[in-house]
């Protein structure tokens, strides 16, 4: 049986949380998909400034990027041994925006994971190709690089998110994302490599979810537009609650 309980992150970018993910924090828990769930994960990911709201909702919360250093001269940056002070038990590593409009390299990106990780902030390390990349025929080189350098060996999670599919309504079909899934799990180390969990992200939604769900290698969801929407949010919830119990029986 698989130790790969379903994980759906919900990432709110820099977009403040959806009103309903803050309500019945101590009432009907089972109204909110942004809720801890028993059969499945979800986080949720908000700005920096709506970390402690979202705690105080009874949400569990990740940031979405945290600096290696613990202290230090850098102006605008929240290191991970803040994020855990906060209550962050999750991080986003790398995200491809973080790696565009940060120049964050792949250096950067395991740096960033270690530092996680010596905090106890469990990584979800993001990878993926861009459109031009994958045209070229180079997206497993791409995806292959990213991967070298991280802390793999560690209890991480891995995001593959095709930038050409993140944000765009255009989703890597089923078997492209399944394809890729598979490669990346062949390259984790081997007492690894049925127990890291390894999401989708790039424009899941409620009508593909099922499908990328249905993937053997594909462990759950990273999840920005949709994520903002709860009703749309509430039926991947829905989704990944009634594949769960086959995902765990059939790794
Ligand atoms: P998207 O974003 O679901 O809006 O494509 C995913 C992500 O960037 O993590």
Redesign the pocket.
């Known amino acids: 049986m698989s130790s790969r309980k379903f994980l759906l ?1 919900a ?1 709110w ?1 820099m977009n403040p949380p959806p009103a309903a993910a803050l309500e019945n924090a101590h009432g009907d828990r089972s109204k909110n998909p942004y809720h801890p769930h028993a059969d499945i994960d979800v986080v949720v990911f908000p700005t920096f400034l709506d970390l402690q709201r979202c705690i105080d909702a009874g949400l569990i919360v990740g940031a979405q990027c945290g600096h290696p250093e613990a202290t230090g001269a850098h102006t605008g940056d929240v290191s991970m041994a803040m994020l855990k002070t906060a209550g962050c038990r999750y991080v ?1 590593c790398g ?3 973080r790696r565009k409009d940060h120049h964050e390299t792949d250096a950067d990106v395991a740096a960033q994971a270690i530092a996680a990780l010596e905090q106890k902030i469990h990584p979800i390390i ?1 990878i993926g190709e861009t459109l031009e990349e994958r045209e070229k025929g180079q997206a497993q080189i791409i995806v292959k690089r990213q991967l070298k350098g991280l802390p793999l060996e560690s209890d991480v999670t891995i ?1 593959y ?1 095709p930038v050409w ?4 309504g255009k989703t890597a079909t089923p078997a492209q994302a399944q394809e890729m899934h598979a490669f990346i799990r062949s390259h984790l180390p081997e007492d690894r490599r049925e127990s890291t969990r390894i999401l989708y ?5 409620a009508e593909n979810a099922e499908a990328l769900l249905k993937q053997k290698d594909i462990d759950g969801g ?6 903002l929407k709860p009703e749309e949010f509430g039926k991947i919830v829905e989704v990944a609650e009634r594949l769960s119990a086959f995902h765990l029986l059939h790794p």
């Open positions: 992150a990432n970018k986003l995200h491809s925006e993001c995001a998110e599919a993140i944000g765009t992200g790039g424009s899941m939604k990273l999840i920005g537009g949709a994520s």
